[in-house]
């Protein structure tokens, strides 16, 4: 692939991710931020699905600009539900906290998909992705109210 079709799919991966959190947005501030989050995680669940199933150069490329659309849904819900759990007082370490933890847990995450896939292979790798995304949904339907604005 050329520097420029790369740079033009990274632009319309994002301007999906722009387009998903917008909905998010919109979405968290009417329904609230747990079905919105579930919903992005079941679309990531399927995304991930996809990109272990296929191997088609489009099909792959096509599927990389819809994960942006499950990254912006996403992302507006978990700021909605950090601010819902945290006081007004601590809310900027509220979002500290949360996106140290997000990151410190990037860094095995990807080396343990790495892993995966070396041993087992792209399907290996983007199932167990799948699955772990959707057992969070799953594990998510039972978190108890602690807000009105997570339900």
């Keep these: 692939m050329s520097t420029t079709f790369i740079a033009l799919l990274w632009a319309l991966h994002h301007t999906m991710k722009i387009t998903g959190a917008w909905a998010g947005g919109k979405s968290t501030d009417r329904f609230s931020a747990k079905p919105v989050y579930l919903a992005g995680l079941g679309l990531y669940a399927i995304i991930y699905l996809a990109f272990g199933s296929f191997s088609s150069d489009t099909l792959l490329i096509i599927i990389f600009i819809i994960y942006g659309l499950s990254i912006g849904m996403i992302e507006p819900a978990e700021g909605a539900w950090v601010a819902a759990l945290s006081t007004r007082e601590r809310r900027s370490s509220a ?15 990807s080396a343990g998909f790495g892993l995966l896939w070396h041993e087992f292979g792209q399907f290996a790798a983007f199932l167990t992705g ?19 604005e997570i339900q």
């Design 130 to 148: 799948a699955v772990l995304a959707f057992s969070a949904g799953v594990i998510l339907l039972f978190v108890q109210k602690k807000s009105r």
């Design 95 to 109: 979002y500290g906290v949360y996106n140290a933890a997000k990151g410190f847990a990037l860094l095995p995450a």
